[in-house]
């Protein structure tokens, strides 16, 4: 803890002194003036607070691909804090093991199971819509896109209804982990949520191993009795599942609507054409990406962009930067839901990493982006919107919107 109080306090004051990647790791509303400094200072750029930082799209790509770099320091270590329970995740493990846990997690995401999670999606976006009262107002995050990716999240890994208040409860807490945290208070408070999630996982793992069922709590439990994995291992695999896609994905719709709702033409657009929505998905991840920042660690000296990174040397890809890279997106700063570029963005990182849920939250956006324009074509914003301040993720926490 003490580290982590020095640490905040250097890139304090390295803010202060105009570092544009420190000013970015104290959370900013808008991070995107700084992402052109950064830019400024050519491809790949050290830091005051030691860390090399790129805002460029083609080498950002090259890092998150080249097995040069880990995740965690060549002799295993984590470079952020650790929270008990989900240390075995794989987001944060490097081959060989996670590709062996990676594996597992594979086949939920295939084709075929997308077909059947979709009408699934369809429902759960109609209910909520139908629980609202639109004219009288309501909040886009805490009424509808933050209940949406957990109904799905929950289904996948088989939640009784007697567990689903507090998996929601510790779900949502526990993602904040991604978001980073602000005080030893606050870690403290994350700390909490997070075994709680481990709680919740350790009861039905034993329940799934007496009454076994088509879910991915019960497939963990018998790959875990074939020696496939530990238990630690399949809780942190459920883990993962909960907290990486949760906010991404709430984040994902609320940052979305609120774009459109900032550019009117855009909304009408779609609510012309609803099968814009997956335009809408593609270009908000690129244009106000729900995940900012990919970081990792050379595992052995690496020349790159002219540099010498020592082995030990920390790397940050700014996702949300090198999404608005003018090499790639011509007139980046445009949100243009019709756009058509041959090169993805990064907001699902790329290489080994690359994320899984993808496929899922593509799908779970364009539904909402779908239902809302032709459910509630008036919306509007009622009021301020309060956002997230973090380096990492970008979303909103409040979005007050009226329709009819
Ligand atoms: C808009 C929504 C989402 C965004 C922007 C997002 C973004 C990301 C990013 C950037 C990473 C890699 C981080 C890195 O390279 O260090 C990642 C990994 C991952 N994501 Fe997502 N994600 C989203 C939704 C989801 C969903 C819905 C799920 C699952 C239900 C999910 C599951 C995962 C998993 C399991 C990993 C770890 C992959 C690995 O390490 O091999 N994500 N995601």
């Known amino acids: 803890m003490e580290s982590y109080l020095q640490s905040s306090r250097f890139i304090w004051s390295m803010g202060a002194l105009g570092d ?42 090259r890092i998150l691909r080249d097995g040069r770099f880990g995740t965690r320091t060549v002799a295993g270590e984590r470079v952020a804090p650790q929270f008990s329970s989900l240390d075995d995740s794989f987001l944060k493990l490097d081959p060989p093991d996670h590709t062996r846990m990676r594996r597992l997690a594979i086949p939920l995401f295939s084709p075929r199971h997308m077909g059947t999670y979709r009408p699934h999606v369809e429902e759960v976006c109609a209910e909520l819509l139908d629980r609202l009262d639109p004219v009288s107002g309501f909040d886009l995050v805490k009424d509808f896109s933050k209940h949406l990716p957990i109904a799905l999240i929950r289904g996948l890994l088989g939640i009784p209804d007697e567990y689903r208040e507090k998996f929601d409860h510790c779900c949502h807490g526990a993602a904040q982990v991604l978001e980073g945290f602000v005080s030893p208070e606050h870690l403290g408070e994350l700390q909490l949520t997070v075994d709680g999630l481990y709680e919740v996982f350790a009861d039905l793992m034993e329940l799934r191993a007496k009454e076994p069922g088509d879910d991915v709590i019960s497939r963990l439990v018998a790959a875990e009795r074939e020696g496939v994995l530990t238990t630690s291992e399949a809780i942190g695999i459920c883990g993962i599942l909960a907290v990486a896609g949760t906010e991404t994905t709430t984040n994902l719709v609320a940052n979305g609507t609120m774009a ?58 700014l996702l949300g930067a090198a999404n608005r890279d003018p090499e790639v997106f011509p007139d980046p700063d445009r949100f243009d839901i019709t756009r058509n570029t041959k090169t993805e963005h990064l907001s699902f990182s790329g290489g080994p990493h690359y994320c899984l849920g993808a496929p899922l939250a593509r799908m779970e956006a364009a539904a909402a982006f779908r239902a809302l324009a032709a459910r509630l074509p008036d919306l509007r914003q009622t009021g301020p919107e309060e956002r997230w301040m973090s380096a990492s993720a970008r979303g909103l926490r409040q979005f007050p919107v009226a329709a009819g």
């Not at 991070?31 to 950002?60: I, N």
């Not at 052995?300 to 030990?312: I, S």
């Open 20 to 61: 544009p990647y420190a000013l970015l790791l104290r959370g900013q509303a808008n991070p995107y003036p700084l992402y052109e400094e950064v830019r400024k200072r050519g491809p790949l750029h050290l830091s005051r607070v030691d860390t090399w930082v790129t805002a460029d799209h083609a080498l950002g790509n």
């Open 260 to 317: 459109l709702l900032n550019h009117p033409e855009q909304w009408d657009m779609l609510r012309a054409d609803p099968e814009l929505a997956s335009g809408v998905v593609e270009e908000t991840l690129r244009w106000d990406s729900p995940a900012q920042l990919a970081t990792r660690v050379a595992h052995e000296d690496v020349e790159l962009a002219g540099h010498t990174l020592p082995a030990g040397s920390l790397v940050a890809v």
